[in-house]
């Protein structure tokens, strides 16, 4: 009846409109075909530019970002994109079963995350996992606002996809990164709330995990600070990292060595606990340290036994290197001689090396090693999976490429999986003699 009554209508309706001239006609279907066709383009458009899947961003929006700003100001304007909804999210965000990580009692969906130094000050965590990263990891974050090194202090060395930083621990400071996540947590809590659900972790995402890095002051107390950041911000988050081994505070990796890290990881878990307590928490968030690639053997079989006496949950392999290693292809570029920490594919057989030497004296042991350090390629990520490392992170791989490599990486391990007949968690630490 509807039908009938709706062709009725439009047929009365019809006969009633004045007819256009037929000489018009083929004016007026030009005069919409041009609109229409740039409107059906700029939504096309649009869909390809904010599918994190595109291969847009990497071959033309980083460069033309690199071209126009300088390593910093690109920072910056990478995390404003990911803060306010302006960036590339995987629309279908669903990771093969192959690539499931068991890790803390606790499932990620894939084992790529994204390390400390990108999101300092926990603004763009959302939109960082809407690109595809398991595990994302804020900070270094300090006790108190500290501005850092003075500027310029990051340098990029395009031909080798690598850089070259000096921030010193520039950070909003705890209370700062305190009300983000509580205004975070407030808004997750409540649409959890409406659906009578339970989150299941500080992430608010099935399959993911928080982790929130703690530095200190320049001038702040070597236990003490770190401490602080238990107390305040252990609360928001799964994973707990303590960061001793970057090379632009001076005295920080002196901690790394003997009872000086035995000491402080011991306080560290015994605050740790004491959160837990009063919180009332059935599920402990895991303490981890990060540690230099700049290390011999014997410092890291030290390291191993420290984190085994103090029962912390596991290692971060590792930081940036203050070396300059000589497998760059542009050897003479001037920006080496900048001082700071160099990040990017060069740091990888560094990171490798002091990866197995600790998984030679922690294999006997629970503790979680995670890969760091020129991770770039699914078969990067391989790589330190077979040589011990549950998961891995990447950071400047992530700046120069864009916010594709989360998914191609995860497409890479995927397919080489599935080649060698074997899940993730199969090839963890494979390379054991």
């Known amino acids: 009846m509807f039908n009938l009554v709706r062709k009725s209508t439009l047929s009365t309706l019809s006969k009633r409109l004045p007819f256009l001239p037929k000489n018009t006609r083929p004016l007026l279907k030009a005069s919409l075909a041009g609109p229409l066709a740039i409107g059906v383009g700029g939504v096309l458009f649009g869909l ?68 400390a130094g990108l999101d300092k000050d926990g603004e763009a965590m959302d939109g960082l996992y809407n690109t595809g990263f398991s595990y994302v990891e804020i900070g270094s974050i300090t006790p108190e606002p500290q501005p850092g090194n003075p500027k310029p202090r990051f340098f990029r060395i395009p031909k080798d996809e690598s850089v070259i930083n000096r921030y010193g621990f520039n950070s909003s400071g705890h209370w700062n990164v305190l009300a983000r996540l509580r205004k975070r947590f407030d808004s997750f809590v409540r649409d959890y709330q409406k659906t009578g659900q339970t989150p299941p972790n500080n992430a608010f995402r099935p399959g993911k995990l928080l982790g929130i890095n703690l530095g200190k002051n320049k001038t702040g107390d070597e236990v003490e600070d770190y401490v602080k950041g238990i107390q305040r911000l252990g609360p928001y988050a799964d994973v707990l990292v303590i960061n001793v081994s970057s090379p632009n505070t001076p005295g920080l990796r002196d901690l790394q060595a003997g009872s000086k890290l035995t000491n402080l990881l011991e306080r560290v878990v015994s605050e740790r606990d004491k959160v837990n307590s009063a919180l009332d928490n059935k599920s402990k968030a895991p303490v981890l340290v990060k540690i230099a690639p700049d290390l011999t053997e014997e410092e890291i079989k030290d390291i191993a036994t420290s984190a085994k006496k103090a029962h912390i949950d596991g290692i971060v392999v590792s930081n940036t290197t203050i070396s300059r290693p000589t497998t760059y292809v542009s050897p003479n570029d001037p920006i080496l001689q900048e001082s700071g920490g160099l990040s990017g594919r060069p740091l990888k057989p560094l990171s490798l090396k002091a990866l197995r030497y600790l998984r030679k004296y922690t294999k006997d042991s629970n503790l979680v090693l995670v890969g760091c350090g020129g991770v770039a390629t699914g078969k990067d990520a391989i790589d330190f999976a077979k040589a011990g490392a549950t998961f891995v992170e990447l950071y400047t791989a992530f700046a120069y490429r864009g916010p594709s490599l989360p998914y191609k990486i995860k497409q890479e391990i995927t397919q080489e999986l599935k080649k060698e007949g074997k899940t993730w968690m199969q090839i963890v630490g494979q390379d054991d003699p």
């Open 48 to 115: 390809y530019f904010f599918d994190a899947r595109s291969a847009i961003h990497e071959y033309l929006v980083c460069p033309a970002i690199r071209m126009a700003t300088s390593a910093e100001d690109g920072h910056k304007l990478g995390i404003l994109c990911l803060k306010y909804g302006l960036s590339p999210r995987l629309y279908r965000d669903i990771d093969d079963e192959v690539l499931k990580v068991s890790v803390f009692g606790k499932e990620l969906s894939n084992p790529v995350g994204i390390a």
